[in-house]
């Protein structure tokens, strides 16, 4: 099929596509990468009057580090991502998963911003923002606004966003020292959408014991979540890997599945707590813990 028509508008500020946004009142959309937008318009799902050609915009391609934050520009290409040395050196667990995103030719396209906003449930940028509790910019005309991870995704490919808003960076904390990152995923074919994925970062404090642990596991429900049993399994806890089979073992009762074509929703739950084990072992390794 083909799209509906529309007018298209190419902007080369962030100052003129909030007056766009705002012209169009809520009856146009941002194009970043179009990887996600345009087969939605050939499918009539998505029928803007105009779309907002952000392309132009070298003003919101960057990755910066300041302040203990890695900042990235909404429209960073997620292979700038993939191939930058200040993401591998301050954000590893990022670098790794971006690699994971559809193949060299999505990335080329795709941008950090379009993917958050699009919220796909599976997206590996959805996972490690809401495991990392990114901290995500909003502008629209006259306002900004940031807002954390955890209240920007909302629901199945739902995200906290009006018509006229327009978001504009990503900030991810960086990795702490004495931190491991571990991230895995089960697809069919590499490329291909997450049927599970899990991602961990673990801190060893001074004493030797977890300071800090985060995990959090995709495609076990409408929308990436944070896996607390697990986390407290493990925080105050000796930093060894005793304690991963226990951790694990509390993510089947805390995950919410559906069933569909790719995995029954027992199967999903059992490769949760396999991909999370699998997650905290590559984490555990990378922080230098006894496995
Ligand atoms: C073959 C293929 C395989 C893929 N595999 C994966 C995968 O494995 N994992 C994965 O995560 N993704 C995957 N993708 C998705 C892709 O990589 C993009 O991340 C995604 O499509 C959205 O990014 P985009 O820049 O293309 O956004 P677009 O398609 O241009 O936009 C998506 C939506 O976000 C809105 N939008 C975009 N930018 C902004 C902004 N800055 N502010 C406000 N609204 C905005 C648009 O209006 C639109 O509604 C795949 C895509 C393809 C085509």
Same mark, same amino acid.
């Given at each position: 099929?083909?799209? %509906?028509?529309?007018?298209? @508008?190419?902007?080369?500020?962030?100052?003129?596509?909030?007056?766009?946004?705002?012209?169009?009142?809520?009856?146009?959309?941002?194009?970043?990468? &179009?990887? $996600?937008?345009?087969?939605?318009?050939?499918?009539?799902?998505?029928?803007?009057?105009?779309?907002?050609?952000?392309?132009?915009?070298?003003?919101?391609?960057?990755?910066?580090?300041?302040?203990?934050?890695?900042?990235?520009?909404?429209?960073?290409?997620?292979?700038?991502?993939?191939?930058?040395?200040?993401?591998?050196?301050? =954000?590893?667990?990022? !670098?790794?998963?971006?690699?994971?995103? &559809?193949?060299?030719?999505?990335?080329?396209?795709?941008?950090?911003?379009?993917?958050?906003?699009?919220?796909? $449930?599976?997206?590996?940028?959805?996972?490690?923002?809401?495991?990392?509790?990114?901290?995500?910019?909003?502008?629209?005309?006259?306002? %900004?606004?940031?807002?954390? #991870?955890?209240?920007?995704?909302?629901?199945?490919?739902?995200?906290?966003?009006?018509?006229?808003? /327009?978001?504009?960076?990503? $900030? /991810?904390?960086?990795?702490?020292?004495?931190? &491991?990152?571990?991230?895995?995923?089960? =697809?069919?074919?590499?490329?291909?959408?997450?049927?599970?994925?899990? #991602?961990?970062?673990?801190?060893?404090?001074?004493?030797?014991?977890?300071?800090?642990?985060?995990?959090?596991? %995709?495609?076990?429900?409408?929308?990436?979540? =944070?896996?607390?049993?697990? @986390?407290?399994?493990?925080?105050?806890?000796?930093?060894? &890997?005793?304690?991963?089979?226990?951790?694990?073992?509390?993510?089947?009762?805390?995950?919410?599945?559906?069933?569909?074509?790719?995995?029954?929703?027992?199967?999903?739950?059992?490769?949760?707590?396999?991909?999370?084990?699998?997650?905290? !072992?590559?984490?555990? $390794?990378?922080?230098?813990?006894?496995?």
């Amino acid at each position: 099929m083909k799209p %509906s028509a529309f007018k298209y @508008v190419r902007v080369a500020s962030v100052e003129e596509t909030l007056s766009a946004l705002s012209e169009y009142r809520g009856e146009a959309k941002i194009l970043a990468g &179009g990887q $996600s937008l345009v087969p939605m318009m050939n499918f009539r799902l998505a029928q803007p009057a105009a779309l907002i050609d952000i392309n132009p915009l070298k003003e919101l391609d960057y990755v910066r580090v300041e302040d203990g934050w890695l900042h990235v520009g909404a429209r960073t290409r997620q292979r700038t991502l993939e191939q930058s040395t200040q993401v591998k050196e301050n =954000c590893p667990l990022l !670098a790794e998963a971006v690699k994971w995103i &559809g193949h060299p030719q999505t990335r080329n396209r795709g941008t950090v911003g379009g993917s958050l906003v699009h919220g796909d $449930s599976t997206a590996e940028l959805v996972l490690v923002a809401t495991l990392l509790d990114a901290q995500i910019v909003i502008q629209k005309k006259g306002s %900004s606004r940031t807002i954390r #991870a955890a209240d920007f995704f909302e629901d199945l490919m739902t995200t906290h966003i009006d018509d006229d808003e /327009f978001l504009t960076q990503v $900030s /991810f904390p960086i990795a702490p020292a004495r931190s &491991g990152y571990g991230f895995r995923e089960l =697809c069919i074919r590499h490329g291909d959408f997450a049927i599970v994925a899990a #991602a961990v970062q673990l801190t060893v404090g001074e004493n030797g014991s977890f300071s800090d642990a985060r995990i959090a596991v %995709s495609g076990v429900g409408p929308k990436p979540l =944070c896996i607390h049993g697990a @986390v407290r399994a493990l925080v105050g806890k000796e930093g060894s &890997g005793d304690r991963f089979d226990e951790a694990a073992a509390r993510v089947p009762d805390e995950v919410r599945p559906v069933s569909d074509q790719r995995g029954s929703e027992a199967y999903r739950r059992e490769m949760a707590r396999v991909f999370v084990r699998r997650a905290l !072992a590559d984490a555990g $390794s990378r922080a230098g813990v006894r496995l």
